[in-house]
């Protein structure tokens, strides 16, 4: 459904994509993960053929974005980061504005249908400036699915709504993914590893990580880490541990130890053992799950200090 | 021959038989948008108010003075405010049109519409331009006024409402340029009315001019097509060409100006 080859993004000497590549399958729900800055909007805006690459090829259901420029906008539902609205329209008249440059057959309905779906029915008549942000947020959602668009293109669309309003929006997002291509940013984690199919870290212009979100954990996690406990104990524990084949490291934390081991499913009955020998109890052994969080960081830590702003919206 | 036209104007039919089936119409689309905007802006009232206001005045004076002093009626005066007022008001009508899409961010959403570019800056600008001629319209009372109390020259009047119409054409192609190069309303606003105030005053300037230059600031002077022309009853092709030609350049230049948005 969307192929991305090399794709390069200047802005003046300044390179905010250097040379990435993806392909996003039909019916995918694919998520951007990165810093402010990274590169995911610039990547979105190309998509949607809002502005051209540098270098790099770039087709959206077999359009290229600068030959059919016109073709891919018309596959394309977009909702840009900070969502496009008039606040002088009434929702009904912003969704028809729309609609009409879309050119939607039975706009009436479609917009009906749409503001039914999005749960804003009831607000068709409301001035937009009168619409609370996760309002504003809804209609720009519906906004994008005015014409039934086979791929969906979502810049962070839960910034800055309260925790409830970010899960509907989630819900929202996973609902479309049934019959929608949705590719969707965002530098909350969680949020990604709730609702794509497929994850994309993206930093500095460049794909550092790619997978499904367990898929990525999995891979980082090798070698893991263990949280043991143990009760009642007259001796070095660390000390113990330590002597436990292929533990790398041991680090006392607040009611227990964190081991690093080279593997962290066989070094366990070695640990439980080597506890219970000495004569203690065994309270607890578990293996510390790695959130996308730390994987992220641990991607991404490098040079966070050099992170360029990402362009501000105009 | 004909057969086969018909034929293929029938499938044509066909495929066009669902109502508005797969035609986006940006340009209709956008112009309406405009056009009602204007509708729900105290902005545009206060442009309508300030226009039917100053040229009422100016129409009662001068029919008052006339009646005095016995001289023939003239129904080209009100125009001729007009089109002076035209330096401020077609800033002010233009002013927020690119401006404003720029700043909110809507502007990114029009143009990843499938809709031109130059349909985006045509449709708004013939919003605008249709606003002012509903303006006018309004101010067709004047010449009625006129010939139910005398016999004016219908001709001139003719010929200079045509005139002041494509010289409010021009006037607001030149208020959306400068709406289109910041994101300030006010910027754009002012920026419009010192490019109509250079352009009112060219010919005056130029006397004093190189002389190599003066022929050329006689030319661009936007009024002197009007005073010197359509005011007084004549329909020079010249003169229509030079609005014509200042509202195809502005708004290719206005189209130019939103495409390098995407480049930045």
Known sequence: MIEVQDLTKYYGNFAALKGISFTVEKGEVVGFLGPNGAGKTTTMRILTAYMPPSAGKVTVAGYDVVDGSMEVRRVIGYMPETVPLYPDMSVFGYLDFVAELRGVPDRWDRIEDVLDRVGMLERADSLIRNLSKGMRQRVGLAQAIIHDPEVLILDEPTIGLDPRQVLEVRQLVRELGRDHTIIFSTHILSEAEQVCDRVLIIDHGQIVAEGTPQNLRDRLQKGGRLFVRVGRADGDVEALLRKVPTVREVTSAETGFIISADDNVGVRPAIARAVVEAGWDLLELRPLAMTLEDIFLELTASDEDTAEPEPEEE | ?264
């Open chain 2, 1 to 264: 021959m004909t057969d086969e036209t018909l034929v293929s104007e029938k499938t044509e039919e066909v495929t066009e038989a669902p109502p508005r089936q797969g035609r986006p119409n940006g340009l209709w689309a956008i112009f309406k948008k405009e056009l009602g905007h204007y509708f729900t802006s105290p902005i545009a009232y206060f442009v309508a108010f300030a226009t039917l206001l100053l040229t009422g005045l100016i129409f009662s004076n001068d029919l008052r003075s006339r009646v005095l002093y016995q001289a023939p009626p003239d129904g080209t005066v009100v125009l001729q405010t007009l089109v002076f007022l035209m330096i401020f008001l077609a800033p002010l009508l233009t002013m927020r049109l690119l401006a404003e899409e720029t700043r909110e961010g809507t502007l990114e959403l029009l143009l990843t519409m499938p809709v031109r570019d130059g349909d985006i800056v045509l449709g708004k600008f013939l919003g605008a331009w249709a606003y002012f001629t509903i303006i006018m319209v309004v101010m067709l009372v004047y010449p009625f006024i006129l010939a139910s109390v005398s016999s004016p020259d219908q001709g001139v009047i003719i010929t200079a409402y045509i005139g002041a119409w494509l010289f409010s054409g021009a006037a607001l192609a030149i208020g959306l340029l400068f709406s289109a190069v910041t994101e300030n309303q006010i910027v754009a606003g002012f920026l419009g009315v010192a490019a109509m105030v250079v352009l009112w005053l060219a010919e005056i300037l130029a006397p004093m001019a190189p002389p190599e230059l003066r022929p050329f600031l006689r030319e661009i002077s936007i009024e002197g097509h009007f005073s010197s022309s359509f005011a007084r009853g004549v329909i020079d092709l010249t003169d229509v060409a030079y609005y014509v030609f200042m509202m195809a350049g502005a708004l290719f230049i206005t189209t130019r100006i939103v495409e390098s948005r995407r480049w930045r």
